[in-house]
């Protein structure tokens, strides 16, 4: 018998959630400030200490047609000649 109500899910009735919050309000606006005050003081002066990380990969090849002149070349750059670098529209 046990079993069976280890199995069935707890249903929350919103409706009595509201009204225990509803009853309670008074209570609810005398802590709020305080602890949101108090959490204020206490994360403002804390030091915030970022970091960053990045892993370059190199370019495999002497060319400058590897992975860079394939993206040039969708908008129209031609790199595979040295010093020409010129934009080749239709």
């Not at 309670?24 to 030091?47: D, E, G, H, M, T």
């Not at 495999?60 to 934009?87: E, P, Y």
Request: glycine residues 6%.
């Amino acid at each position: 018998m046990e079993e069976n109500n280890i199995n069935k899910p707890e249903v929350i009735d919103l409706r009595v959630l509201a009204k225990k919050i509803r009853d309670n309000r008074k209570l609810f606006y005398k802590v709020l400030p305080i602890v949101f005050l108090v959490s204020c003081a206490y994360i403002f002066p804390q030091p915030r200490y970022y970091t960053a990380d990045a892993k370059l990969a190199p370019e495999m090849g002497s060319s400058v047609t590897g992975n860079i002149g394939s993206i040039a070349s969708v908008v129209g750059f031609d790199l595979s000649k040295n010093g020409d670098h010129r934009c080749h529209l239709p």
